[in-house]
Nanobody, 121 residues
Framework: QVRLVESGGGLVQPGGSLRLSCVAS????????TAWFRQAPGKEREGVSY???????YYRDSVKGRFMISRDYAEYTVYLQMDRLKPEDSATYYC???????????????WGQGTRVIVSS
């Protein structure tokens, strides 16, 4: 079973930047896509972005032009660069691996423990 560990969260002012990292314990041919989700208190988990094994990427509308997902195959790591952060980006961010490119949580079966992002002045 692949394990995922996220890091990079923290407190940042509006307009600032953070880079989240998701490190996998091993390479697995079982998974085609890695995604970032987020969940704010009292809200449902929502998909933010995904990247496939052949580097296709997708973003939810509210983060397009501000977030960028990338991967380092050698380090089994997927990154989420977040720029021009807004208070509404505050949430716990999770990475997940699955077999179907999607921003729906039900399509992912391996999850990390999350890293918290707070955007506030």
């Amino acid at each position: 079973q692949v394990r995922l560990v996220e890091s990079g969260g923290g407190l940042v002012q509006p307009g600032g930047s953070l880079r989240l990292s998701c490190v996998a314990s091993e390479f697995s041919m079982d998974y085609y896509v890695t995604a970032w989700f987020r969940q704010a208190p009292g809200k449902e988990r929502e998909g933010v972005s995904y990247i496939t094994s052949d580097d296709l990427t997708y973003y939810r509308d509210s983060v397009k032009g501000r977030f960028m997902i990338s991967r380092d195959y050698a380090e089994y790591t997927v990154y989420l660069q977040m720029d021009r952060l807004k208070p509404e980006d505050s949430a716990t961010y999770y990475c997940a691996m699955g077999r179907q490119p999607s921003l729906l949580a039900r399509h992912y079966d391996t999850w990390g423990q999350g890293t918290r992002v707070i955007v506030s002045s």
